[in-house]
């Protein structure tokens, strides 16, 4: 099993910049993609960003450009540098992996809030 602990979330004025971090532990060497979703107010989870071994990295449309998700070689960290953040952007963002055999991990939540 896969265990994910997140860090990094907090308010912050709109327009500034968070970074958010997820470290995980346990079965790591099976992790082939590491994630971003988020769960606004009254909305369902969605992806955000990821990173795929061997492939590379996708954004959703409305975080293109903003956010740079990147992941520690060796470290088995996975981070989510956001900047030019929204209202928009306010929510709990959850770290995700997928491990070989389609095994899913969840960390616990971190919340983001912009807001002036």
């Known amino acids: 099993q896969v265990q994910l602990v997140e860090s990094g979330g907090g308010l912050v004025q709109p327009g500034g910049s968070l970074r958010l971090s997820c470290a995980a532990s346990g079965r790591t060497s099976q992790i082939y993609v590491m994630a971003w979703y988020r769960q606004g107010p009254g909305k369902q989870r969605e992806p955000v960003a990821s990173?795929?071994?061997?492939?590379?990295?996708n954004y959703a449309d409305s975080v293109k450009g903003r956010f740079t998700i990147t992941r520690d070689a060796g470290k088995d960290t996975v981070n989510l540098q956001m900047n030019s953040l929204k209202p928009e952007d306010t929510a709990v963002y959850y770290c995700?992996?997928?491990?070989?055999?389609?095994?899913?991990?969840w960390g616990q939540g971190t919340q983001v809030t912009v807001s002036s």
């Open positions: 995700n992996t997928v491990s070989y055999g389609a095994i899913n991990a």
């Open positions: 990173i795929t071994l061997g492939t590379g990295t």
